[in-house]
């Protein structure tokens, strides 16, 4: 017998997902009045249970530093790994401060802003401003700052929990970001802005789709890099600058705005590529635990290498 496949019956699994969001929400909405401190402390209790009872989230973030970071001892990139941890359970426990607490409130809690001067003569000379954000400290917090100071445009991809789609749009766009797809349309929206000597927002670490990208070291191990920036800069002579929304636990952030590696502006796509990842490397420098090492960087291997006879050696996950 065929089973049943009428509406009522396909509208259920649905329910779940609708409870879910819901919940995730009013979690986001309760904690978005909670100090910073307190959310901060909520992470420090949170992170090693993560570590210790998500052996996808240990695993990925342990082998990412064992090879960015050979030079450490086993123990040395255990804590860092604990640590980052911390910093990443962090990160979505202030997601309410940043996409629902009070404006002036969330504003307060950025200590200092480093390197908007950049912005600000970018500007002045008629170009556009290119930042690269990169997954660090908490790159909402970002978000609301330069949406809030400036005309500020960012490629946005819906989440995978539907439901929850209204509830972070509305969170990104509150302080006057314009969000575009992830697509041909998108990236004409990027250029326009660009052209009005606005500031857009770039990822510069998550891996693109096949075709949509060349392989770049990454701290020495290639890793599969977008090539949108060269288009963008190429046709709108923007200034690049990497920005990041360091945390300084428990008291708030601290804005950082540097100068993108100078390959960034290369015409060559992989000369520009490698040039975005020294930048991301730069930035995390200024505090490792920060950086979200449980992201598979590494996930796409390089062809040649599936076919050696060592591949396995190759791979991180």
């Not at 993560?50 to 695993?59: A, G, N």
């Amino acid at each position: 017998m065929e089973p049943d496949t009428s509406s009522s019956k396909k509208a259920s699994p649905e329910i779940p997902l609708l409870s879910r969001a819901g919940a995730i929400s009013w979690l986001w909405r309760r904690l978005s009045s909670w100090p910073l401190p307190r959310l901060w402390k909520l992470a420090r209790v949170i992170g090693p249970l993560i570590y210790r009872l998500s052996k996808r989230e240990r695993t990925v973030t342990e082998r990412n530093l064992k090879t960015v970071y050979p030079e450490l001892s086993k123990a040395e990139r255990k804590r860092l790994a604990k640590f980052s941890l911390v910093h990443s359970s962090a990160t979505m426990l202030e997601l309410g401060h940043a996409w629902m607490g009070d404006p002036q409130r969330v504003e307060s809690g950025i200590v200092a802003v480093k390197g908007q001067e950049k912005l600000d003569q970018a500007r002045a000379e008629g170009r556009g401003v290119i930042v690269l954000a990169p997954h660090f400290g908490n790159w909402e917090i970002l978000n609301f700052w330069l949406s809030h100071h400036f005309p500020f445009t960012a490629m946005y991809e819906p989440p995978k929990l539907a439901p929850l789609d209204p509830v972070i749009r509305q969170g990104r766009e509150r302080m006057g970001a314009q969000l575009v797809p992830t697509n041909a349309r998108g990236v004409a929206a990027l250029l326009k802005a660009l052209k009005r000597c606005e500031a857009v927002g770039i990822l510069p670490d998550q891996e693109p789709s096949w075709g949509s990208g060349v392989f770049a070291p990454f701290f020495e191990r290639p890793a599969y890099t977008a090539t949108l920036l060269p288009k963008l800069v190429a046709r709108t002579q923007a200034r690049v600058v990497t920005g990041v929304a360091l945390r300084l636990p428990g008291q708030g952030f601290e804005l950082h705005f540097l100068d993108a590696d100078s390959r960034v502006y290369s015409d060559d796509e992989a000369t520009a590529a490698t040039g975005v990842n020294a930048s991301v490397e730069a930035v995390i420098e200024l505090s490792p635990a920060q950086y979200q090492w449980e992201y598979k960087r590494y996930r796409k291997v390089i062809e040649q290498q599936q076919n050696h006879p060592d591949y396995r050696r190759f791979r991180l996950y």
